[in-house]
């Protein structure tokens, strides 16, 4: 994904799987360690969204209707055979 974008976002906010969070604790939650030296060799801050608190996650989820609605408005008139076919039209 970050090879995708073309870098890294300043902030992460993921919606705090166990897999990712060791201590879910509302204020100040843990990342296990894979999680940390992932932030530790990319930069960005990682702030798991708190558990139970949909609100969290509206506006990421938000953002991502935005550019998902934005990419299929342009291709919706194209048709593809291949998902890799499909990928190139959306990297261009």
Do not use: C
């Amino acid at each position: 994904m970050l090879t995708y974008i073309g870098g890294v976002t300043a902030l992460i906010v993921p919606d705090n799987p166990r897999s990712l969070v060791r201590d879910a604790d509302p204020y100040e939650p843990v990342l296990n360690r894979l999680t940390e030296e992932f932030a530790v060799h990319y930069g960005p801050v990682i702030l798991p969204a708190r558990r139970r608190r949909p609100q969290d996650k509206a506006q990421v989820e938000n953002g991502v209707q935005v550019v998902e609605r934005w990419i299929l408005e342009r291709l919706r008139h194209r048709q593809f055979f291949s998902v890799a076919e499909a990928d190139a039209a959306i990297a261009a």
